[in-house]
């Protein structure tokens, strides 16, 4: 893919009168001389405007005069450059009468690192929030973007402190996000990097003109099978992270003759064990695009889907990491016999099919619509238990400090360090009683449950686009997505167990005489369920959402400016298919539709005064409709919605100084956004009253400011040194109001009001640099190396341990220092992390070999806490902030990957 | 095209099958085997000299013992009760749902080097050492972690263990505490009229205290509000009860391990309102005795002579007594207990009802009306003045 390009520009000759029109033409080749089409090639200070190569390969530009300038080619989100004078244009008037050849070889250094597997997905369980890194990589190659997608997602680096639902992802212009958390799941295409890597994407002086624009920015992934070039690739990766083996194979015909183009990729990654112990990893991609080009229209057929089957881990307290001495040390499996067995298995098909229409109306306008289906499954298997002991084995009162002698502390401490199966679940034992209970009649004691998600998500898209004039380009569209999504759980494994009884065993407790009460459906009480059989809860999420949106750009010599809007509809409801014994009423059937009407306008102006420098500054203000996910307080219950659901505010603005010149690309910019009235929900799991606990926040403000730094600067022609770095303050400026409330009614519910001002928002480090070297020269050998630090991160906090209610009791005077340990945000230490990597491309005949070795965390660096946050339960009897302290995630220590791959 | 398919071959072959199909663990029977047993309970129980005290076992002391009561019903708490032919022991267990573990019947050797014998309240007991809030050398429950290393379950769990029987008060001694023993003929005083252990009574250590009269004496039944019985009402009448002889100082105390301890007893539910259209039924009647009037209703099924307070039931003719019939839910009962005392005022309601003339009455319903409260040492009717036949 990464060929040197020779772009044979056509001399002329003579020239006439100026009032002749100018064209600056030329062909783009590779070096065996086969023509690139489709290619973007436009001016590299103006990316507004652009065309593209026809079959040929020929591109014709015909809005500049004859002078000096510095041009871009796009092929496949990697751009090259290079520089064209006054020779190189011709006149309408006058025939092409001689060639020159002007030979240019690309600059760039090849990317022969493979940065797949930075693109994978993290599991963790329990984290609170967004769980999603997001993979956008910027397709002009903007020095901080880079540094954003490749170094700080190891990070979990939120750009900007917001959450991923602020980002549109589209796929041939539809929009993937789905509306239940109006989110975008990159691991519905996983391993298929290769097919995805025609991007386009919203910058911060480019605003989307495919899609309704969205804060987060906005991503399109062009997957027609003509946009990827004749050709294939094989490709092994064997690692010691996530992932340990990843075989990818791909074929393109690239648009032929007969107007047909046809692409194909498979990928599997796999590994009985990856970075972590006991996460077995297999996953397998597929995808098929087929397009058809009927003259001035064009069809396309995609489909692709990535099958996975994962074990996850959790994380754990500082304790527990401490007695194991393994900051990786994971709780979720156990020895089943002589075979690891992960109690958390995550297992998900999600395949996408979608059909486009093109019509290039003519060479002025554009029509592209979309129609297209995601549908699949996502469910992930838990421990559960009745009238028994927690089979957890981190459990709190499983650990040494449960114990307040200390020589009993000390053999729990030895026990975990010599006894797996007192350091891990102990499988055989569940076992046993199991089988004791089964001999009685009685239900299991013990269970494996799959908690499920089954959706489908319909999308159609359109988006118009129309040169209106020389300076003008005006884009509109139309999205519209409908939902469907069914919750609900099964039995994965009885254990040994002969039945489970679908009851609610706390709520059987409290309410011992009312058997009505601890039902979880009244349609089917007390019913008896065995593998397979669904119970628990069981409930769709019906949404809507459309959107209209428009965009108008304006460009002329030294000022481009944009302005856009997009007026929307959400529409959400729930549907009960179980009756709550507790919840009677509210539980069953259709609930109450939801309707937010929302709109935003945005705009944005750069100006160039100085050569290859220019100002950008973008503004943008909207409201955004809540999902479903945040609005309904216990979905798995009832129907209730939070109380004060509302849409949000958005307004965000930033402004850049930007320089790009041969040499020097830099780019420096201040962000300002403040958000109002955000909603937001997180349940967890209370193991001592067995139930699931939900939190909703609701008139939750922020406000976001930080400044952005990028530069990528070539020393010498094959050394090139970067930065990319990032200073922010991100803080909530409100006192959200908390409403939690427990699925069987143990806890009493509470409304309360967060006293979080002035907090930072736990979205990631928000102090982060990465800088370094890159090192490409012509006899293909490629290095990289750079060194990133994190700071100023913020562990997610327990909104209830900053209410009244938790220093109730305590006084200013006599126990200041107690309310600030309760009280107070808690960070972790900023660290250093080093990569590297080093590769060689070798030319054998008609193929070409790729060889790259990447490392990561050279110093194995493993006190980097990526993710903690705090429990969601306080000891409101005893203020003892350690009786449940927070739970943290390290990142890896040393992972390499060496990376095989041949291209064809 | 040839090329795609090529490709998706070659791919084909590495693929690897992610299926693990893990080996199900079959029902193991434990089995022990450590030192031998060589000591009794009721060895191990003279070591511990002075009340109050807690003594440590160093030697190598293993004894041989079943479970009788563990913590299924949520009576007991952290703890099973073991015994063999000579005793038995609580062992205090720091481990919720120890019934999973160790069930009733489960054949265990304790290993008790390392354990200390106490007692409280004059109850004798295995457990760990700790040192308590006064600073005092105490005993204290069994870590989790050291469970494995004390109780070692050997085989599956047995059926139908006998408790031994108490007949008399000889028969309460205190090789009997903490073992499983059985009460026949007992009665509560407070059967048909209050729970075993509702929340919001005044309690001790969660538990409530009942009453029930035995061969033996009065006992006290403990039960927790944790127990899922603890809101049943106790039942009326006479029946067996088994359970955990315990004692608290010098008094004899009891506990059951689940609402199946308790046989025999009535099993009818009390009904009605006192209307004629709905009667109380003689259940009910007793549970309201409380001088109210109404109509209650019931088999006639004798008569009764004796002193008012130790009166004897007549259950078949000849039927002697005029004055007074007895009433109850079913017609074939011959438990006093469960009967309700009807009296027959001279006149009308005498002449009509008793059975001494009229012995055809004998197991017919009959509907009767007057006051509701004490009569011959127990439940019944007072002036009663008026009565129906339930045709």
């Known amino acids: 893919m990464r060929n040197k390009i020779f772009i044979f520009l056509l001399l002329l000759i003579s020239c006439y009168a100026s009032m002749a029109q100018w064209i600056l033409s030329g062909r783009v080749v590779d070096e065996q001389a086969v023509p690139y089409q489709q290619v973007k090639i436009y001016l590299s200070t103006d990316t507004t405007r652009y065309v593209f190569t026809n079959d040929n390969g020929e591109f014709h530009i015909n809005w500049l005069q004859p002078n000096s300038y510095i041009l871009s080619i796009e092929i496949q989100s990697e751009i090259e450059t290079f520089s064209v004078n006054s020779k190189a244009f011709h006149n309408t008037d006058s025939s092409i009468t001689d060639i020159e050849n002007f030979v240019v070889i690309s600059n760039k250094p090849e990317t022969t690192i493979d940065n797949d597997f930075l693109m994978e997905e993290v599991d963790i369980e329990g984290l609170t929030g967004n769980q999603n890194i997001s993979e956008m990589l910027n397709s002009t190659k903007d020095p901080y973007e880079e540094v954003v997608a490749y170094k700080f997602s190891t990070a979990f680096f939120k750009r900007r402190g917001i959450a991923s639902n602020y980002q549109n992802v589209c796929i041939n212009g539809m929009r993937m996000n789905k509306l239940d958390a109006n989110q975008a799941s990159f691991y519905q295409w996983g391993a298929l990097n290769d097919m995805f890597k025609n991007q386009t994407e919203a910058t911060v002086y480019q605003p989307a003109d495919f899609s309704a624009s969205n804060i987060g920015g906005v991503i399109n992934y062009n997957v027609k099978a003509s946009s990827y070039r004749k050709g294939g690739k094989v490709g092994y990766t064997i690692s010691n992270s996530t992932v340990t083996n990843r075989i990818v194979a791909n074929y393109a015909t690239g648009l032929m003759k007969n107007g047909l183009a046809v692409a194909a990729a498979l990928a599997a990654r796999f590994g009985r064990e990856g970075y972590i112990e006991a996460t077995p990893y297999y996953s397998y991609s597929y995808f098929l695009a087929l397009e058809k080009r009927f003259g001035k229209h064009s069809l396309s057929l995609n489909g692709f889907g990535v099958w996975t089957s994962r074990g996850l881990s959790s994380a754990c307290v500082q304790e527990v990491y ?583 | 095209m040839k090329k795609v398919f090529l490709l998706i071959s070659l791919i084909g072959i590495m693929m690897v099958s992610c299926n693990e199909q893990f080996d199900i663990p079959e029902f193991i029977e434990p089995t022990y085997n450590g030192t031998p047993a060589n000591v009794s309970i009721y060895d191990i129980q003279q070591l511990h000299k002075l009340s109050g005290v807690v003594d440590s076992i160093n030697d190598d002391l293993v004894f041989d013992c079943i479970v009788v009561g563990n913590d299924k019903s949520g009576n007991i708490f952290k703890k099973i009760y073991v015994q063999d032919e000579t005793g038995g022991y609580d062992i205090a267990l720091d481990k919720s749902y120890t019934f999973n573990d160790f069930p009733i019947g489960q054949r265990l050797f304790i290993t008790c080097q390392g354990m200390v014998i106490g007692d409280y309240g004059g109850l004798p007991q295995l457990g760990c050492y700790y040192i308590n809030e006064q600073g005092q050398e105490d005993i204290g429950r069994i870590p989790n972690i050291y469970i494995d290393k004390f109780l070692h379950k050997d085989g599956f769990p047995m059926d139908n263990i006998e408790p031994t029987l108490i007949s008399s008060a000889a028969d309460l001694t205190n090789d009997k505490l903490n073992t499983l023993v059985r009460f026949d003929n007992i009665t509560f005083n407070d059967g048909g009229r209050k729970q075993f252990a509702p929340e919001g009574e005044a309690t001790t250590g969660g538990c409530i205290n009942r009453i029930f009269v035995s061969n033996a004496g009065n006992i006290t039944l403990r039960t927790s509000t944790y127990a899922d019985f603890a809101k049943d009402t106790i039942p009326m009448g006479t029946g067996s009860i088994i359970g955990i002889l315990t004692k608290y100082n010098s008094t004899w105390q009891f506990i059951l391990r689940s609402i199946d301890d308790l046989k025999g007893f009535s099993t009818i539910t009390p009904s009605g309102d006192g209307s004629k259209n709905n009667p109380y039924n003689i259940t009910s009647a007793i549970i309201n005795s409380d001088g109210r009037e109404g109509w209650v209703k019931g088999y006639i099924v004798g008569t009764a002579t004796g002193y008012p307070d130790n009166i004897t039931g007549i259950w078949t003719s000849p039927f002697m007594t005029k004055n007074i019939i007895l009433l109850a839910d079913s017609p074939n009962e011959t438990s006093l207990s469960n009967c309700y005392r009807v009296q027959l005022p001279a006149g009308n309601i005498q002449d009509e009802l008793n059975l001494s003339d009229h012995p055809e009455n004998y197991k017919k319903m009959v509907l009767v009306y007057g006051t509701m409260t004490n009569y011959y040492g127990g439940a019944g009717m007072r002036s009663t003045n008026n009565y129906e036949y339930d045709e």
């Open chain 1, 322 to 904: 401490d007695i194991t001495n393994d900051p990786f040390y994971n709780p979720n499996w156990g020895y089943q016999g002589s075979k690891k067995r992960n109690s958390k298995i995550r297992k998900f098909h999600e395949p996408v099919i979608l059909a486009t229409h093109t019509w290039t109306i003519n060479e002025k306008s554009y029509l592209e619509t979309t129609f297209g289906v995601q549908f699949g499954f996502n469910r992930t298997s838990s421990l559960n238990w009745y009238n028994a002991c927690n089979p957890r084995p981190d459990y709190y009162r499983y650990l040494p400090s449960y114990h307040q002698e200390a020589s009993t502390a000390n053999d729990v401490a030895i026990a975990w360090q010599n006894d797996v199966n007192t350091r891990q679940i102990n499988w055989d034992r569940l076992y046993q009683v199991n089988h004791l209970s089964a001999e009685n009649g009685e239900q299991a004691r013990y269970i494996l449950e799959n908690r499920c998600i089954d959706y489908h998500q319909l999308s159609l898209s359109t988006n118009y686009k129309n040169e209106l004039g020389e300076h003008t380009r005006l884009s509109i569209g139309l999205q519209i997505q409908r939902y469907h999504g069914n919750y609900y759980k099964t039995i994965n494994d009885l254990l040994g167990g002969t039945y489970w009884l679908d009851i609610d065993q706390f709520a059987e407790q409290d309410y011992p005489d009312n058997e009505n009460m601890y039902q979880n459906d009244l349609n089917n009480p007390n019913r008896k369920v065995v593998e397979g059989d669904r119970f628990g809860y069981d409930y769709n999420i019906n949404s809507w959402y459309e959107n209209l949106w428009t965009l108008a750009n304006f460009s002329y010599n030294h000022i481009n400016f944009y302005i856009g809007g997009n007026i929307n509809g959400s529409h959400f409801w729930r549907i009960g298919n179980m009756k709550n014994g507790r919840y009677a009423d509210n539980s069953y059937g259709k609930s109450a539709v939801n309707n937010f009407i929302n709109g935003g306008i945005h705009a944005g102006i750069t100006g160039k005064f100085i050569y290859n420098q220019f100002i950008n500054f973008n503004i943008t203000a909207q409201t955004l409709a809540p999902s479903a996910k945040v609005a309904y307080i216990s979905p798995r219950i009832n129907d209730k919605i939070v109380n004060h659901l509302k849409s949000e505010k958005n307004l965000v603005f930033d402004l850049s100084y930007i320089i790009k010149y041969r040499r020097v690309k830099a780019r420096i910019t201040g962000y300002c956004g403040f958000y109002k009235d955000l909603t937001k929900m997180s349940s967890f799991f209370h193991d001592d009253y067995k139930t699931y606990v939900d939190q909703t926040l609701s008139d939750i403000n922020t406000r976001h400011i930080g400044i952005e730094l990028g530069a990528d600067v070539k020393i010498i022609n094959c050394l090139s040194a970067f930065v990319g770095a990032t200073y922010a303050d991100h803080r909530y400026t409100s006192r959200p109001i908390a409403y939690i409330t427990s699925e069987n009614g143990t806890i009493d519910d509470v409304e309360e009001t967060i006293y979080i001002k002035n907090f930072y928002v736990p979205n990631g480090p928000q102090a982060a640099v990465s800088f370094g070297l890159k090192f490409s020269h012509e006899t293909m050998w490629f290095a990289e190396f750079a060194c990133s630090y994190y700071d100023k991160i913020y562990i997610d906090f327990n909104p209830e341990r900053r209410t009244s209610l938790a220093i109730a009791g305590l006084s200013m005077e006599n126990d200041y220092d107690l309310i600030t340990t309760i009280t107070k945000q808690n960070r972790v230490k900023g660290q250093f992390i080093l990569d590297a990597s080093v590769g060689k491309l070798f030319y054998l005949k008609k193929f070409r070999l790729n060889l790259n070795l990447k490392i990561n965390n050279i110093l194995n660096n493993k006190k980097f806490i990526t993710n903690g946050y705090e429990q969601l339960r306080f000891d409101f009897d005893e203020y003892d902030v350690n009786k449940h302290p927070a739970k943290y995630y390290y990142a890896y220590g040393t992972t390499f990957s060496l990376n095989v791959s041949l291209t064809f």
